[in-house]
């Protein structure tokens, strides 16, 4: 699975993400630093590593620099063809 972030704001923003299992198990964790005005994109397994091949959930924290806005987010799944994944 891949997750776009993109950041909207003129300075820039600390995301905290969280991989879990299916069964809750907390499988790693990483802060990415999104540059003001830009987008990061990555796998995964690419932010945690043993998190490729399974089902289970991300929780995404914005770290708020002083702002009410601004991160946008998206996760694309691939099996036989790329789908979007709703993020709420």
Do not use: C, H, Y
Not at 72 to 79: C, D, I, L, M, Q
Not at 83 to 88: D, E, G, L
């Amino acid at each position: 699975m891949g997750l776009a972030l993109a950041n909207q704001n003129p300075t820039d923003w600390n995301v905290t993400i969280t991989i879990n299992a299916i069964d809750g198990t907390v499988l790693g964790s990483v802060t990415v630093t999104i540059p003001a005005r830009q987008s990061v994109s990555k796998f995964i397994d690419e932010l945690v590593s043993g998190a490729q091949n399974g089902r289970g959930s991300i929780v995404m924290v914005q770290i708020d620099p002083g702002t009410t806005s601004g991160i946008s987010a998206v996760g694309f799944r691939f099996t036989s063809t790329f789908t979007t994944v709703p993020i709420s």
